[in-house]
């Protein structure tokens, strides 16, 4: 009853607050969305403790880690509500993006999840056979957007002879991935195949920006990206042009001086604390990215367990490993958790790859994409180039030849019941 009160008298507060020219709207609105997230908050702690939310425990797409504590639904929450904001120039948006948003890039289905697009990554090959990106400083992403300042656009120059597409990866579940330690990981790498079964998955590893020690990747396509904080604080910057205490520097491609500075208007870095809340809008994604909970399982039938020892049977296991474990951490809500993702955040060629190299990332290498939430991801492949599950499959060599000849020697009906499984997931 207190905390209905309190949330009373802050939107009146706001409600009858005028405030004096344009500059200060912008923080009142942000003040009042914090109030609106807290109070929804605790309505929904409030909720979730009755008798009739015992029966709905089952988290869906896009909801929280069950079990948070009011302090952890409270960021979670304005995470999201800085997942869904539109940024504009003002804000330091550009001067090239991908997207106003992050939500734009992880909806389906539901915040979180993927979208129907991809973005654009341009390297060289040399004669020699050896890759290079265009600019060392910059790597190799190349956004399609830029704001209306002439000349502000990022452009492929014409001597890249390497041009690929990526599609955003879910984030569901993203805070048990990365509780995984490190060794976990890297006791299933094998590089050299000394097992002789045709696999050489490899554990890359990078180093994390704010400790700077080296950790074992596990976010992205390449692996390039230790922790979620990094994550986001690199696609504010890629994506969205919008610099950051970890990424201080505009990502800008044969610029010169005076033209960066008339397409940013905005003092670096561009993503400061919110008085209101003492956070960045990084730690903001962190936390709502660490909260989300893990995609739901579908039902199991008896044709998804057939098709579970298929999948096992064939060799589809052995880089789409089932499940992996947390161990003790510093949230007891990530303590010792099974995490079953369908990965073994490797890198492997499995004649996919893109043929770019990034971080400790080959051209020809891809991380397993984990398989959990499959059911509502199309198209697949990391440039969203295989339109169904079936052709995804097909499209695998290399290390994965053994399990895509596995899959072409299925029966129709078991090959039918595998399928159904990977549908389940």
């Known amino acids: ?96 993006y991908n997207n106003t ?64 597409r990526r599609a955003p990866i879910p984030l569901f579940g993203a805070g048990l991935v990365e509780a995984i330690p490190d060794e976990t990981i890297q006791s299933l790498a094998d590089p050299y195949d000394l097992d002789r079964d045709g696999i050489s998955g490899r554990a890359p590893m990078v180093v994390d920006l704010v400790t700077g ?64 809340t003492g956070r960045r809008g990084i730690d903001n994604f962190e936390s709502f990215m660490k909260f989300l909970a893990p995609p739901p399982r579908g039902e199991i039938t008896e044709a998804v367990s057939v098709g579970r020892v298929l999948f096992d049977s064939i060799g589809c296991a052995k880089c789409h490993v089932p499940s992996l474990t947390t161990s003790a951490s510093s949230n007891p809500l990530f303590d010792y958790q099974r995490v079953p993702l369908f990965s073994d955040l490797l890198l492997h060629d499995i004649g996919t790859g893109d043929g770019i190299r990034q971080a400790g990332a080959e051209p020809e290498e891809i991380r397993t994409p984990a398989l959990w939430g499959l059911r509502h991801r199309r198209p697949l492949l990391h440039d969203g180039s295989a339109a169904n599950t079936t052709e995804a499959i097909m499209r695998h060599g290399q290390e994965a030849e053994i399990a895509r000849q596995g899959f072409e020697q299925l029966s129709s009906e078991r090959r039918s019941s595998l399928l159904v499984f990977l549908d389940s997931l």
């Open 101 to 164: 948003s992050c939500a734009g890039c992880h909806n389906v289905p539901a915040i979180g999840g993927i979208a129907p697009m991809t973005t654009t990554r341009a390297g060289i090959l040399d004669s020699d056979g050896s890759y290079r990106d265009i600019d060392p400083k910059r790597g190799s992403l190349f956004q399609i957007f830029s704001i209306p300042t002439h000349n502000c656009q990022s452009v492929i120059p014409a001597d890249a002879n390497v041009i690929s």
């Open 1 to 96: 009853m207190l905390a209905l009160v309190w949330c009373g008298s802050q939107f009146y507060a706001w409600r009858h607050h005028r405030p004096c020219g344009p500059s200060g709207r912008r923080p009142m609105i942000r003040f009042f969305r914090v109030v609106a997230t807290v109070c929804l908050g605790m309505g929904l702690i409030m909720f979730l403790g009755s008798p009739q939310a015992e029966a709905q425990r089952q988290p869906s797409f896009g909801d929280p880690l069950p079990g948070l504590s009011a302090t952890e639904f409270e960021e979670f929450l304005l995470g999201r509500d800085d997942f869904l904001e539109v940024e504009n120039a003002e804000e330091g948006l550009g001067p090239a």
């Open 213 to 276: 020690n080296a950790r074992v990747g596990r976010f992205g396509w390449k692996s390039q990206l230790a922790t979620l904080l990094e994550f986001g604080a690199d696609a504010y910057r890629n994506e969205m042009g919008i610099t950051n205490d970890l990424f201080p520097a505009e990502l800008t491609f044969r610029l010169m001086p005076e033209q960066l500075q008339r397409c940013d208007l905005i003092p670096d870095p561009e993503d400061v604390l919110e008085p209101e």
